[in-house]
């Protein structure tokens, strides 16, 4: 089992930044992948930015060039830099593990930024 802890959401003005961190406990050494999802009132959940266990990272085309995912493996912390935020990046953001155990999910830390 892995447990998941999201924090560093806020309010924040359109072109500032915030900086999201996903604290991961239990099997941590199984993890394969962690992503960073969002999802707004009344749209559907989608990626953000993932990192694979080899260190490659991938991004959705509405960050890349903004966000960046980055972690801090000896303590097992994952974190999305977020820069130059926009009024439609608001949205619940949540990290998400794959492991050799399954699939585990945060409980989500809300971000949104004003116009």
Avoid: H
């Amino acid at each position: 089992q892995v447990q998941l802890v999201e924090s560093g959401g806020g309010l924040v003005q359109a072109g500032g930044s915030l900086r999201l961190s996903c604290a991961a406990s239990g099997s941590t050494a199984s993890i394969k992948a962690m992503t960073w999802y969002r999802q707004a009132p009344g749209n559907e959940r989608e990626l953000v930015a993932r990192m694979i266990v080899d260190g490659t990272v991938d991004y959705a085309d509405a960050v890349r060039g903004r966000f960046a995912i980055s972690r801090n493996k000896a303590f097992n912390q994952y974190y999305l830099q977020m820069n130059s935020l926009k009024p439609e990046d608001t949205a619940t953001y949540y990290c998400n593990a794959v492991s050799s155990w399954g699939n585990f999910w945060g409980q989500g830390t809300q971000v949104t930024v004003s116009s």
